[in-house]
């Protein structure tokens, strides 16, 4: 199971982080991926980071304000959220992909997907 938080309410230029908490199975063999959805589009990749977090993407919309983090210890997925926009709301989900080979954001390759938290970027 995947749990995302940190979702909420905030005005353009703010930040927020999200926090990804896997159970009942170890994320160290996962690579990991948010992604976010708004209603009548499809299900967007953000970013994802390997399995021991030495490789990231990130989508041309958000790269250099937002990043992707993870410890494994905690069995935990970051994703800090800098100067945001209101182009950014959606709803974020976090999905564990069991790929090794470094990081995608295929949607249909995840195989666990979390529940989603709601992020408003509004004045």
């Given at each position: 199971?995947?749990?995302?938080?940190?979702?909420g309410?905030?005005?353009?230029?703010?930040?927020?982080?999200?926090?990804?908490?896997?159970?009942?199975?170890?994320?160290?063999?996962?690579?990991?991926?948010?992604?976010?959805?708004?209603?009548?589009?499809?299900?967007?990749?953000?970013?994802?980071?390997?399995?021991?977090?030495?490789?990231?993407?990130?989508?041309?919309?958000?790269?250099?304000?937002?990043?992707?983090?993870?410890?494994?210890?905690?069995?935990?997925?970051?994703?800090?959220?800098?100067?945001?926009?209101?182009?950014?709301t959606?709803?974020?989900?976090?999905?564990?992909?069991?790929?090794?080979?470094?990081?995608?954001?295929?949607?249909?390759?995840?195989?666990?997907?979390?529940?989603?938290?709601?992020?408003?970027?509004?004045?």
């Amino acid at each position: 199971q995947l749990v995302e938080s940190g979702g909420g309410l905030v005005q353009p230029g703010g930040s927020l982080r999200l926090s990804c908490v896997a159970s009942g199975f170890s994320l160290e063999d996962y690579a990991m991926a948010w992604f976010r959805q708004v209603p009548g589009k499809e299900r967007e990749g953000v970013s994802c980071i390997n399995h021991r977090g030495g490789i990231t993407i990130y989508a041309d919309s958000v790269r250099g304000r937002f990043t992707i983090s993870r410890d494994n210890a905690e069995n935990i997925v970051y994703l800090q959220m800098n100067s945001l926009e209101p182009e950014d709301t959606g709803v974020y989900y976090c999905a564990a992909d069991r790929f090794l080979g470094g990081c995608r954001t295929a949607a249909g390759a995840m195989g666990y997907w979390g529940q989603g938290t709601q992020v408003t970027v509004s004045s």
